[in-house]
């Protein structure tokens, strides 16, 4: 960890960082409890290896190896780019307004006020819009979340003979996860996103040891792309796995040094590497193992009757359950802000602020005992809101914050902004697309 501080530190020492500029927005923030290199590292690990990285086996086997290990990496190297960008373009939004820090909504706001005269009149509408779809996705983590700690758990439960459906399951856990949503602020989570740590570490030796226990055949077939229509099936859930915004935001935000977080070097980029690396590992070997046959979680494959795999289904239920409160507070933080300034110091907020926290664990949950269904859900909210907010949001952002004079030569600013702004609206049409007819298909299925 020292080495990864060190060199972030000589990035930023050769860059001049923001050291010349009069007004430095990480100096004026005011953080209660800020978190150490050590502890963000933790979070961004935990907010970002979940569901997502069980799911991979299934979006690998939509193109085949070779398709999913260039994917793997262009997504993931594209998506932490936009990020990058993103955090860059709030960063020089807070200097030029003299602000320590601005939420995600608001940049866009701010940004398209003062960005092209065609675009400032979406600027209002454009604020509510982040907030939505920043809210919307956080909150469907948390339904997909509880749709796979129940089912982990039904398969572990019915091989012993307690069969129960799986909505009962469901309704096991709204009591702690309640309990849970209740912590505070973001410093009292590092317990259990370190606790999950050392869970999921364990439960991913218990799965390579299923995934490897064969001798690996590497079969032609499994190599090559099945159907192009498969691409944005894939595009969503490898999104869906990699990105989590709202948590990446949180984190820079509540970080002691929040220069430590981006550039070359910085927490992030390393963050993503290990993450990257990870899903292609898990990916891989996972539809090596079990081809076409691979579930929407990898655990599910597990045998039933086997201790090691029903070990390795509840640690990694235990897991995401643990993760459960740290996507809960980002959607809380958003609309606390907004019920905070619209109460003001009245004599009961701090009832209101315990009635918003369960509110957003009883809403996720109440939409998976509705829909409890986890395959093309996955597919579906990675396509909708991550091409969203990591991508279209942050193309539009930048080119606005550029504006007039800033494009550099060429306007390759501009030109890169574009083009960012198409590729997130083609993979948000065609993976909504794709996952909607998957969704119908289950359907008929029924």
């Keep these: 960890m020292f080495v990864y501080e060190f060199m972030a530190g000589i990035v930023d020492h050769i860059t001049g960082g923001e050291e010349t500029e009069y007004y430095d927005p990480h100096e004026n923030r005011k953080v209660e409890k800020p978190t150490s290199y050590a502890d963000t590292m933790m979070h961004l690990l935990k907010g970002s290896i979940g569901a997502g990285v069980l799911a991979m086996a299934d979006a ?15 997504i993931g190297s594209f998506a932490t780019y936009c990020v990058q960008l993103l955090i860059a373009a709030q960063y020089r939004l807070c200097k030029k307004w003299r602000r320590g820090y601005m939420a995600y909504p608001k940049s866009m706001f701010l940004a398209l006020k003062d960005g092209p005269p065609c675009m400032r009149w979406a600027a209002k509408t454009l604020y509510y819009f982040v907030d939505t ?27 012993y003979g307690q069969e129960m459906s799986l909505r009962y399951h469901l309704c096991f856990l709204i009591v702690p996860l309640t309990i849970m949503g209740l912590v505070k602020d973001l410093k009292l989570l590092t317990p259990f996103s370190s606790i999950s740590n050392i869970v999921t570490a364990f439960g991913f030796i218990l799965v390579f040891f299923y995934l490897i226990e064969d001798d690996v055949t590497i079969e032609e077939e499994k190599l090559q792309l099945k159907a192009y229509k498969e691409i944005p099936f894939f595009i969503g859930t490898t999104l869906f796995a990699l990105e989590a915004v709202g948590v990446v935001l949180a984190l820079e935000y509540n970080m002691e040094n929040p220069k430590q977080f981006v550039g070359l070097f910085g927490l992030f980029n390393i963050g993503m590497a290990v993450i990257m690396s990870l899903y292609l590992l898990m990916g891989i070997f ?3 193992k079990y081809g076409d046959d691979i579930k929407a979680s990898i655990t599910l494959n597990l045998p039933h009757n086997e201790k090691k795999a029903q070990v390795a289904k509840i640690i990694f239920a235990i897991s995401i359950f643990l993760t459960f409160p740290l996507q809960n507070f980002v959607a809380y933080n958003i609309l606390w802000r907004k019920v905070k300034k619209a109460l003001g110091h009245q004599k009961h907020i701090y009832c209101v602020d315990y009635m918003l926290r369960i509110l ?13 269904k986890l395959g093309p859900f996955i597919a579906l909210f990675g396509a909708l809101c991550l091409t969203l907010l990591a991508m279209v949001f942050p193309g539009l ?4 914050v550029w ?11 501009l030109v890169r902004d574009i083009f960012i702004v198409i590729i997130g609206l083609t993979c948000l049409f065609s ?12 359907h008929d299925e029924e």
């Excluded at 952002?397 to 606005?400: F, G, P, R, S, V």
């Excluded at 504006?403 to 600013?413: D, I």
């Excluded at 697309?433 to 289950?442: K, Q």
């Design 60 to 74: 690998v086997a939509r193109v085949g190896i070779i398709g999913s290990i260039f994917g793997i990496l262009l």
């Design 431 to 442: 993976g909504c697309y794709t996952s909607l007819l998957e969704i119908a298909g289950v």
């Design 397 to 400: 952002m930048d080119a606005c």
């Design 133 to 159: 779809v920043l809210v919307l996705w956080q909150l469907g983590i948390c339904c997909i979340y509880c749709v796979f700690v129940a089912e982990n758990i039904k398969q572990v439960c019915d091989y």
């Design 403 to 413: 504006y007039p004079v800033g494009y550099g030569l060429c306007r390759y600013r």
């Design 360 to 372: 957003l664990v009883i809403l996720p949950w109440s939409v998976a005992v509705a829909v409890p």
């Design 286 to 288: 996972g539809y090596l």
